[in-house]
T-cell receptor, first 112, second 111 residues
Framework: DAGITQSPRHKVTETGTPVTLRCHQTENHRYMYWYRQDPGHGLRLIHYSYGVKDTDKGEVSDGYSVSRSKTEDFLLTLESATSSQTSVYFC???????????FGPGTRLTVL | RKEVEQDPGPFNVPEGATVAFNCTYS??????FFWYRQDCRKEPKLLMS???SGNEDGRFTAQLNRASQYISLLIRDSKLSDSATYLC????????????FGRGTSLIVHP
């Protein structure tokens, strides 16, 4: 196991509410990523981080923000959730070799 | 054209069959290649890295063809437990650590 946890694992919320998802790693890896996975689209990168306070956008970053104040935690915030953000969200870290990624168990988010 | 393309399948094969998946990529600067396996409602898990010389892990063989820009995954003696979605992943050089995922190929192994 790569020591990655995500919380919450499931969440149902209403349109317009803010939502924060947490990714926690115990491996002290520099790179962390947030993806969403939807049928027909595969995994799409939302944001990633290459160090504390260092983040950058992925291909589907609109409506999302991230923060990384500690190496072990990478937070994803939906400022005002919309139904189009209903998805499964995966966090990932880059492995020790700097090549492969390891994924957390995912958060299933439903926005009503 | 999507950067990484896979046949979505599903590939429906009997136990014991040999099945092969291909994945094409568009960026000739790509340097690292991987196959991941994803079970229904679970996270993707690394199956194997793909090396230039090809590599084998038990019943699984991965190969890279740089000239034609594709990687392949061969599964021999398919088991029921091999039923899953197989994701192709490509990473490029140039300082970016951002991998590109294919949409996955679904494999169903039946008795």
């Amino acid at each position: 196991d790569a020591g990655i946890t995500q919380s919450p694992r499931h969440k149902v919320t209403e349109t317009g509410t803010p939502v924060t998802l947490r990714c926690h790693q115990t491996e002290n890896h520099r790179y962390m990523y947030w993806y969403r996975q939807d049928p027909g689209h595969g995994l799409r990168l939302i944001h990633y981080s290459y160090g504390v306070k260092d983040t950058d956008k992925g291909e589907v970053s609109d409506g999302y923000s991230v923060s990384r104040s500690k190496t072990e935690d990478f937070l994803l915030t939906l400022e005002s959730a919309t139904s189009s953000q209903t998805s499964v969200y995966f966090c990932a870290i880059e492995g020790t070799g700097g090549r492969e990624q390891f994924f957390g168990p995912g958060t299933r988010l439903t926005v009503l | 054209r999507k950067e990484v393309e896979q046949d979505p399948g599903p590939f429906n094969v009997p136990e014991g069959a040999t099945v092969a998946f291909n994945c094409t990529y568009s960026n000739s600067a790509s340097q690292s290649f991987f196959w991941y396996r994803q079970d229904c409602r679970k996270e993707p898990k690394l199956l194997m890295s793909v090396y230039s010389s090809g590599n084998e892990d038990g019943r699984f063989t991965a190969q890279l063809n740089r000239a034609s820009q594709y990687i392949s995954l061969l599964i021999r003696d398919s088991k029921l437990s091999d039923s899953a979605t197989y994701l192709c992943v490509v990473k490029s050089s140039g300082g970016s650590y951002i991998p590109t995922f294919g949409r996955g190929t679904s494999l169903i192994v039946h008795p």
